[in-house]
């Protein structure tokens, strides 16, 4: 029956309501301020005098009513209490609200005291300074909450059916977006509880929303009250704190959503009140890693810096951070047209508004020594940044003559491009798959490390080494994949249960990238702190759930080792002694190698007589006179 009446009653509000769109809400509050400045005056004297106003107080009070409220009126147009947005009145307002009562009651005070005429009691003028803050101010307010609870009626009663949601985090973020929830019924939420560690707010309520436990707590409430949301808002919450609560949210059929991080607030990417998925960066378990800025700036600036593979994930993130300190010249080396024409683009519009760099696009193969030489000894480069490379394990294992000529082939002709220019210092980009590898791309970024170190211990130019491991969201990683098999309802295919990584993201590596080069020494190989290797299979369900998918809907398939995999990466090879460096995340191989010359020459060697024809048996026995713990598949 409600429900057939409804457009019935909105027709008719809107016909009621018609005249007041010409009618500007001051009028309206004016009138208000006016009607009840009298009324205060007038109950002033009522309870006064135990509502038996005497005769002649009476006609008094009759007399001055109108003058009273034409006072009080005037004296909140000119403390301008009607420039306060209505909408958004709350405690702010009370200092304002204070000096008006408080004026008003001043000058009726002085005006009884000069005038022996009309004598108002002190009594009427102290009751009527409280009752003009009661009915004054909580007209303001009910307004306010008239206004927003009528608002949301008719929104739910236009909206779908609200999901349940709790918050965790009672602090000033949580305060805020439960306030947003509850005055926007469109988000299609509706907050039932609050969860946060810290025991003093248990039981305390936030816009009538009750601390219901610490976070621990939060598993059992999901199962007894049916929320389908989960809504982090600590901000301020680094990333073993993601880790922690979402290891405890891992498993409930929930959405996960949080804010944004206090960075994005304030660089202004983001508002408070914008709840995002959670980035599976949050769930990294450890923090990322900080950068000595004036370190980096001080390489980096008024110098010209090459970077290969520039239009690559970690090449073209190196080139905007480069692009950010300030050198004298950029030069992009990338072999794909359309990947450089995009990265030459994207610089050119971030360096509109800053200092002047020059941004040379080079359309280069990295294994053309003599186009090399040409651009070294045109450009005389500082800083070189290897980041040209094929990386992907399965198709390298299926391309290996491919892959050793241009991991390999490319590192030769830019390490000697590098010596012939003097070029201060060069950093080969390297991967953990170098370590003990058993597969083609990962033992030829092994004979990469080693031919850089010794050509650090040779040239004059500093050579230097920095491997790590996954790399979030690059292009073909791991995560894009997953992202795009949920997309189209699975199955999620992860290659072994036990399958551990570890995995950083892109501006952590390039941060490691830069740091390392300014810090290192010739012939170094360095890494990353990167905390725990992830097991592929908990990342595959916890994206799962992350995107608000069923984990019961979305199978995870498992399909076997592909060649050249192992179950877990390393970062050390046998031989290599760890030492600390001037920054706590970045740890320093000494390598025990053969002379350096002997190296150089037998790569050189081995880049020259690998042919076209040879067969695979041929290539892992040529590879493992260089790399002897090359142990490719069976």
Known sequence: MLQNMKPFLERLAGLLTAPLRHIRFTHLLFVAVLMFSGLSFWLSYEFRFDFQVPRAFAGERFFLLPYVA?????????????????????????????????????????????????????????????????????????????????????????????????????????????????????????????????????GLSVHGVRVEGGVEDVPSYVVANLIETAIIAIPSANKTEMKRIYDLLRGLDISVKTLPALYELIEGSSTLTQLRDIDITDLLGRDEIQIDSEQVESLIRGKVVVVTGAGGSIGSELCRQVLKRGPKRLVLIERSENS????????????????????????????????????????????????????????????????????????????????????????????????????????????????????GRLSKTKFMSVRFGNVLASEGSVVPIFIEQIANGGPVTVTHPEVRRYFMTIPEAVTLVLQATALGESGQLMVLDMGEPIRIVDMAQQLIQLLGRDPNEIPIQFVGLRPGEKLCEEIACVGEICRNTSHGKIKVFDQNERPSREIVNRIDALVSDLSWAATSEDFQRMVQEIVPEYNPPK
């Open 70 to 202: 034409s006072f009080k009126l005037l004296l909140f147009y000119l403390l301008r209490g009607h420039s306060a947005n209505w909408r958004y009145v709350g405690i702010r307002e009370l200092p304002g609200l204070f000096a008006h009562c408080f004026l008003g009651s001043a000058g009726l005070y002085i005006f009884s005291t000069l005038d022996t005429l009309f004598i108002v009691p002190k009594g009427v003028i102290l009751i009527d300074f409280f009752l003009s803050l009661v009915l004054i101010g909580g007209a303001r307010l009910g307004m306010r909450l008239i206004r927003e609870n009528a608002l949301v009626y008719l929104q739910q009663s236009r909206a779908a059916r609200r999901r349940a949601a709790l918050v965790i985090g009672a602090g000033d973020a949580g305060e805020m977006i439960i306030r947003e929830i509850s005055r926007n019924p469109r988000s299609g939420l509706h907050v039932k509880a609050i969860f946060d560690d810290d025991r003093d707010k248990r």
């Open 340 to 455: 450089l024409f995009h990265i030459h683009r994207h610089l050119q519009a971030q360096s509109r508004g800053e200092a002047r760099v020059s941004l040379v696009p080079l359309l280069c193969d990295v294994c053309d020594q003599a186009r090399l030489d040409y651009e070294f000894q045109r450009f005389k480069p500082d800083l070189v940044f290897h980041a040209a490379a094929y990386k992907h394990v399965p198709m390298q294992e299926s391309n290996p003559l491919e892959c050793f000529r241009n991991n390999v082939g490319g590192i030769q002709s830019l390490a000697r491009a590098s010596d012939r220019a003097e070029v201060s210092r060069f950093l080969l980009i390297s991967t953990d798959k170098a370590v003990n590898p058993t597969s083609v791309m990962g033992a030829t970024k092994r004979i990469c490390e080693m031919y850089c170190g010794a050509y």
